[in-house]
Antibody
């Protein structure tokens, strides 16, 4: 059973870059067929998909965030990461990393990590 | 990013049946169907159903269907533990993006 765990700073200053890492266990991040995703959820609000990456390095991003987002793989560490630039208070949310169960269906989720943007 | 539309809330009595809807378009729900997720407060979402399948361990009380651009999740024999937020999700082939529904809060009276 694949497991995912998010890590990174819980507090980021406005205008800076938010950086998170997702560590994968119970499976290889290099396995073909599955996409690795980032999703976020502001307190009391719904889910927002940020983007995904395939083991080949191919990415898809939420059009509304695309200019600020980079998702990358670190295969040697079985991790993938998220960078979100020029953050504002609106980027405060619980950030989840997740993997497809089957293509296009997100089935495995990390526990989530709260990131607060504040000076 | 265009999302999928869900009613904000549904309230039903214990052991009754609740039906949740999720409306998209021909590029997402109408094309590839929708997955359904359950989220309890303070916890990550859990996949309940996808493409007429239930993941291992999910109760048969949860069943999904689709008609055109609208997906539905039916919860039979409502239990107190079914009180949660429910989200639908689908891949949008036009946006090349995953889209989520606005979420429905289910209350068991």
């Amino acid at each position: 059973q694949v497991q995912l765990q998010e890590s990174g700073p819980g507090l980021v200053k406005p205008s800076q870059t938010l950086s998170l890492t997702c560590t994968v266990s119970g499976g290889s991040i290099s396995s073909t067929y599955y996409y690795w995703n980032w999703i976020r959820q502001p307190a009391g609000k719904g889910l927002e998909w940020i983007g995904r990456i395939y083991p080949s390095g191919t990415t898809n991003y939420n059009p509304s965030l695309k200019s600020r987002v980079t998702i990358s793989l670190e295969k040697s560490k079985n991790q993938f990461s998220l960078k979100l630039t020029s953050v504002t208070a609106a980027d405060t949310a619980v950030y989840y990393c997740a993997r497809d169960l089957v293509r296009g269906v997100i089935g495995y989720w990390g526990q989530g990590t709260l990131v607060t943007v504040s000076s | 990013q265009a999302g999928l539309t869900q009613p904000p809330s549904v309230s039903k009595g214990l052991r009754q049946t609740a039906t949740l809807t999720c409306t998209g378009n021909s590029n997402n729900v109408g094309d590839q169907g929708a997955a359904w997720l359950q989220q309890h407060q303070g916890h990550p979402p859990k996949l309940l159903s996808y493409r007429n399948n239930r993941p291992s361990g999910i109760s048969e009380r949860f069943s999904a269907s689709r008609s055109g651009n609208t997906a539905s999740l039916t919860i039979t024999g409502l239990q107190p533990e079914d009180e949660a937020d429910y989200y639908c999700s689908a891949w949008d082939t036009s946006l090349s993006a995953q889209v989520f529904g606005t979420g429905t809060r289910v209350t068991v009276l």
